[in-house]
C-alpha cells in the first residue's frame, strides 16, 4: 500500500498563508454582514421617529466637505464616512443649503442661525455667493446669524461675513487669511521628455487655450499668464467688493491687508486673532464654549444638546422640511438635470458627466410628458468633445419638442461645459463663474525614447503607409500629425461655427472671443456668450416663465437624477440614525467598510488615458480647461 506523498515545506507554507488568507476573508465579510444585519434590526425595532422641532430652535449649519452640485458618492457611502469620520465623500449638496436657509428665514421656530465653517472646503465662489445671499436674507428677515470659527480661509469668511457677529477663536492658529486667489500648476516637460523619454505631441486650436502646457512646457506661456490674470483679477475684485459690503468696509483697505500681510502679522507680534479683530474682520475673541455659551443664553437652553443649547443641524431640519411635502403633487414641472464633472463618453456615475447617461436624463425630461421646461446646470470644466455633443443635440432635442432649456452655470462651464450650454433658450452665470475657453486640444504622447533607454525596439511590416502608425511605441509620423492637427482644426470650426449659430453672431465675433480665452462671468455676459446673471432659482423661474406656467405656486422644481438603488438607499437611512452610527463607530468595522472603496486619480490622467488605449487609430479631441484658481 502506497503512503501519502508528503508535501514539502514550501507548499506547505504556501498552503498554510492560503488557508489563513481564506479564514480572514470569510471572518472580514462574516463580520460585515453581522455588523449590517444588526444595524438592520436594531432599526427596525429600536428606533424612533423624528423627534418634533420646538420652537425657538437654532439651525446649525457646520458643513463638512465641499459644496457640490450632486453626490459623487452613494448615499451608503457618504453616510459611512460620517460615521466613521472619515475624510471621503465629505459633499454638501448645494442645493439642499440653499432649500433649507431659504426656510429658515421664515420659520418661525427657526430663532437664529449658526454658522461653523472650519470644516468647509474650498468651493467655488459662484456657490459660495449663492449661500452668502442666502445667508444675507435670512439676516435681513430680522433673525440671527453667528458665525464661529477656529480660523476663516477666504472661502469660508465670505459666508461668515454675512453674519450680524463674527467669532474667531482668541488662539487661532490662521486668523482670518485674505490672500488673494492663484493659479499654479506643475509642468512635466523636463520629466516627461527629458527624463523618462516621453514624447508630447501637442495640437490645438487657440492662442489662449492653456490646458495641456503642463506636458509641453516647463513654465506658463504669457498668453495662459495673460488670460489668467485676467478673469481671476475680476474674481478677486468681486470677492473683496462682496465681503466689504457685508462688513460695511471699503474694499481697497481689505485689498491693502492682503497686500502687506507679513507686515500686519509682524505688527500684531504673530498675534492673527488680534490682527483679525483690530481690522474689524471679526466682532470679538471667543472660544467655542464661550459661543455655545452665548447661544444658550440668547435662545433656549438645552443640556441634552451639543454646545448646551436648543438646536437643530442641517441634515435633522431637511428631513422634517421633507416631511412637510406633499406626497403627491400632479402640477407640471421644471425639471432639473445635473451636469457636474469632466465629460467623457459612455455611461458615468453622479458627479461625472457621461456622454450617455447624461443624454438618457435629458431624454427622460423630453419624453415626460409632465415635465414642461428643463434647467441645465452645469458645473464642469469640459472633456470629450464627441460625449459634450452627444448632450448637446439632445438639448437641441428637448426644444424641438416645444419644451424650454435655460442653461444654470455653476462655478465652472468652461470648454466642454461652455458646449452643452451653448444652445440653451437662455444662458445664466453668476457673476464669479468661470467659463467660456472655447477652443480644442488633443495630445498624442510617443514613448519610442522611453523603451529605447531599456534597450527595447519597436520593428515590423505593414499593409499600408499608414498602418499602425498611431502605434505610441513608434516616433510620430509626420503624416499623423498633419492628420491630427486637421481633426483639431475641424473641431475648432464647429465649437465656433455652433456657438455663433446659438447665439446669432458673426463666427468672426464669436473667434475674437474664443481662441482658447477663460471668462468670468460677469465678463462673459460683456461679451454675448451669456445671457444674464443669476443663480439656479433665477434660471429656474425663467424656464418656466418660457414655458407659461403661471405663477410659482402653479408648478413645481423636480431634479431628474439616477435612480438611487433600494438596498443602498435603506442602508444609508439607517446608518443615519443614532443606533447605526454608535454601532458603526463603536465597532472598528466602519472604517473596514470604508477602505473598500478607493478613489485615484492618475496625475497624468491625459498621458494615462492614451497608455491605455494603445493601438486605437482613433484622434480623440478634448475641450477641457484647466481653470479653477486656489
Known sequence: MNEPRRRGPIVRLAVGLWDAVNFSRRLVFNLLFLLVLAIVLVAMFGGGKLAP??????LVFAPEGRLVEQYSCDPFSRNLARATRSGDCREVRLRDVLRALDAARTDKRIERVALYLDDLQPSGFASLREVAAKLAAVRAAGKQVIAYGDAYGQGQYLLAAQASEIYLDPMSPGGVMLDGLASYRQYYHEALQDKLGVDMHLFKVGEYKSAAEPYILDAASPASK????????????????????????????????????PEQVAAANGDLAQLAQRQKLVTALKTREEVADLLAQRGVADDNADGGFRQVALATYLQHLDGTLPQAD????????????????????????????????????????????????????????????????EVEALKAAGKPVVVSMGDVAASGGYWISMNA????????????????????PTVDRTLGKLGVHTDG???????????ITRPLDPGVATTVQAVIEKGYRDFTGKVAKARGKPVEQIDAVAQGRVWSGAQAQQRGLVDALGGLGEAVADAAAHAKLGKPDRWQTVYVEERTVPLSQMLSELMQSRVGLGLLRGTGLGELLLATRAHEQAPLRFVQDALDKRGQARVKALAYCFCEPM
Open 53 to 58: 422641532l420646538e420652537p425657538r430652535a437654532t
Open 226 to 261: 495673460e488670460a489668467d490674470l485676467f478673469w481671476m483679477g475680476d474674481l478677486w475684485k468681486r470677492l473683496l467688493a462682496d465681503i466689504g459690503k457685508a462688513r460695511g468696509l471699503d474694499p481697497t483697505v481689505l485689498e491693502g491687508y492682503a497686500n502687506t500681510l
Open 330 to 393: 400632479t402640477r407640471p414641472q421644471v425639471a432639473v438635470v445635473v451636469a457636474e464633472g469632466e465629460i467623457a463618453g459612455g455611461e458615468l456615475p453622479p458627479g461625472k458627466v457621461g456622454g450617455e447617461s447624461t443624454s438618457a436624463l435629458l431624454r427622460e425630461a423630453r419624453d415626460d410628458d409632465d415635465v414642461k421646461a428643463v434647467v441645465l446646470r452645469v458645473n464642469s470644466p469640459g472633456g470629450e468633445v464627441f460625449a459634450s455633443e452627444q448632450i448637446r443635440r
Open 425 to 444: 433658450d437662455r444662458i445664466y452665470a453668476d457673476a464669479s463663474t468661470i467659463t467660456g475657453s472655447i477652443g480644442i486640444f488633443g495630445l498624442f
Open 461 to 471: 511590416v505593414a499593409t499600408a503607409k499608414y498602418a499602425g502608425a498611431f502605434d
